[in-house]
């Protein structure tokens, strides 16, 4: 058995608030040169530590704008590795738990975008521009950045595939298939012209003729977290919540999004439950850390996951204060653990596409 000192002073003992007390007392120490950003997914006892709370977009803004040497991202690989590129050299950005990825950017790989962009030209599709969401390996980001495309995430789609139609007859939008379709379909792309194209196979499974006529290419990607969401949800709450206003992110299949009474971001969401008025009911569809935040900061409204299962995003949730709490005793201690970096030959591509992003947002 272990002297008792010893096991109190291993972190692992601790509780909630000796972790959180600690982290407190780090942050003083190390001030300024720390920025803790975390996504709106997190669990709440990491919400907590965060200097700034948000979307994608809203922390790659964050990261672009900071002077801190160390940004300690608590979200999930593909968001440490957009801070990266968008921070200088003198910067750090470190994602707390190291296996948090996420399983719609892994659905994209550049050696797959490369067989498609190959297929294409053979297909004489004409002039294409890629748009990669946000949720995407920095080798994605540098594939749009090389052939003239950009990024988007779910508060800009808009704007950056009204853009990207504006510059040629055809967009591929990839890694997710339900943001391409609901945001080319409310810019006013018939769902005829905007054929899925399946990872898997060659042309995406399409007629070289199906190629040249579509107008969207959908890569067939999607969020887990997000497919948990059905039409009959919304039809079950209005059933028993009347009046209940359902809201719905972009990343839910469009029949969802039709049943819904608006969708959007989740900074959209969250503004738009936050304004309501007392009283009003909302189901959400979206992940649940973020639902169960929005209760139970407006206890005069009913906010209810429009799921009745658990939409939990598990990479997300892999976050704790624990983990955070290494990464600070690592920086206090001049030990600081690795860095998430992007070399720089993928950076300098990925960055002319976040940029091209940044610029229309
Ligand atoms: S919620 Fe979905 S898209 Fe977002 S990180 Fe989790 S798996 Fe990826």
Redesign the pocket.
């Known amino acids: 058995m272990e002297p008792k000192e010893q096991a109190v002073s291993d972190p692992r003992d601790w509780t909630e608030d000796e972790v959180a007390a600690r982290i407190r007392e780090l942050r003083c120490r190390l001030g300024r040169e720390v920025l803790i950003l975390a996504?709106h997914?997190q669990r709440d006892a990491v919400v907590g530590l965060a200097d700034a709370v948000g979307d994608s977009l809203k922390l790659a803004q964050a990261a672009a704008a900071t002077s801190a040497r160390h940004i300690v991202f608590c979200?999930?690989h593909?968001m440490a590795e957009t801070a990266d590129i968008l921070t200088g050299p003198e910067q750090a950005v470190y994602l707390p738990e190291q296996r948090a990825?996420?399983?719609?950017?892994d659905m994209a790989t550049p050696e797959a975008l490369d067989w498609a962009w190959e297929g294409l030209a053979a297909a004489k599709a004409g002039k294409v521009i890629p748009i990669t969401y946000v949720?995407s390996a920095a080798t994605l980001k540098a594939f749009v950045g090389r052939h003239g495309g950009t990024v988007c995430t779910s508060s800009n789609a808009r704007n950056v595939l009204a853009w990207a139609l504006s510059q040629a007859d055809k967009v591929f939008f990839f890694p997710?298939e339900h943001l391409g379709r609901i945001t080319a379909h409310d810019l006013g792309v018939p769902l005829t012209d905007m054929p899925v194209w399946d990872r898997a196979l060659p042309l995406g499974g399409l007629t070289p003729e199906a190629v040249r006529a579509a107008r969207v290419y959908l890569w067939n990607g999607f969020?887990?977290?997000?497919q948990m969401f059905f039409p009959e949800d919304a039809v079950d709450w209005r059933h028993k919540e009347p009046g209940i206003r359902v809201i719905v992110h972009p990343?839910c299949p469009i029949e969802v999004i039709r049943e819904a009474d608006a969708y959007g971001s989740t900074e959209m969401i969250a503004r738009a439950v936050d304004a309501a008025p007392a009283e009003s009911k909302w189901a959400v569809g979206t992940?649940i850390n973020l639902v169960a935040r929005l209760a139970e900061r407006n206890p005069d409204k009913l906010v209810v996951s429009l799921s009745p299962h658990q939409a939990i995003?598990?990479?997300?949730y892999r976050t704790r204060p624990l983990s955070v709490l290494r990464v600070l005793e690592g920086l206090a201690a001049g030990k600081p653990p690795p860095a998430v970096r992007v070399p720089a030959s993928v950076a300098g591509q990925a960055r002319l596409a976040l940029d091209r992003m940044l610029d229309l947002s």
């Open positions: 996504h997914y979200g999930v593909f990825g996420c399983s719609m950017a949720n997710d969020c887990v977290v997000h990343e992940e995003c598990a990479n997300m």
